[in-house]
């Protein structure tokens, strides 16, 4: 069975701070998929990153980066010089090979202040 | 950018009564998906449906649950006799599905809020 764990119910930064949000997952399969969404407070959820189970070289896109650690089986989420509009909750997913389904965490919610 | 849509975005209606949400998966996309979020509550998966038929389903897509269809754009799901507990976002999603396979990204629509009475 597969699960993921979002321990951090709730963050809250002020404006320019680094934030990082934590993701570890649990799958017996050798072949997974790991994903983010980020839920802004309209309520959509808004695709982040995909990364598969045999690149475990990290990512950074403007202000975010993803840190995927195997031998963890972690994939951590940093947003660098955070910003109010990064207010959001924000999901780890996980998607086994041969499934359709994604299994998401709990969410972290993420406040940004001015 | 091609984007997932859903009708309506709020639905109110009586414990009892059959619901349809309707979404419009990204054209290309051979791959559909229904999710609900309680409110504060995480994202569940309820079923995926590829070829015209279902993929895979949750345990709690149950009988009263159904999804179709109709014609080349919608994909709908019916809550037969809604319950209390019904009440919820309703995310459809869709996928690529290159090679058959359900693996590709999915991508979100914005949602349509149930809430039962």
């Known amino acids: 069975a597969q699960k993921v764990t979002q321990a951090q119910t709730e963050i809250s930064v002020v404006e320019k701070e680094d934030v990082t949000l934590d993701c570890v997952y649990e799958t017996r399969d050798t072949t997974y998929y790991l994903f983010w969404y980020k839920q802004p407070p309209s309520g959509e959820l808004v695709f982040l990153i995909r990364?598969?189970?045999?690149?475990?070289q990290n990512e950074i896109s403007g202000r975010y980066s993803w840190n995927f650690q195997k031998s963890t089986s972690s994939f951590n989420f940093t947003i660098t010089a955070s910003q109010v509009v990064d207010s959001a909750v924000y999901f780890c997913a996980l998607l086994n090979s041969g499934y359709s389904t994604l299994t998401f965490g709990k969410g972290t919610m993420l406040l940004v202040s001015p | 950018e091609p984007e997932v849509t859903q009708t309506p975005s709020h639905q109110v209606t009586q414990m009892g009564q059959e619901v349809i949400l309707r979404c419009v998966p990204i054209s290309n996309h051979l791959y559909f998906y229904w999710y609900r979020q309680i409110l504060g509550q995480k994202v569940e998966f309820l079923v995926s449906?590829?070829?015209?038929?279902?993929?895979?389903k949750s345990e709690i897509f149950d009988d009263q649950f159904s999804v179709e269809r109709p014609d080349g754009s919608n994909f709908t799901l019916k809550i037969r006799s809604t319950k209390l507990e019904d009440s919820a976002m309703y995310f459809c999603?869709?996928?690529?599905?290159?090679?058959?396979?359900?693996?590709?990204?999915?991508?979100f629509g914005p949602g349509t809020r149930l809430t039962v009475l």
């Open positions: 999603a869709s996928s690529e599905a290159q090679g058959g396979g359900g693996t590709d990204t999915q991508y």
């Open positions: 990364r598969n189970s045999f690149d475990e």
């Open positions: 449906f590829y070829n015209n038929e279902i993929s895979e």
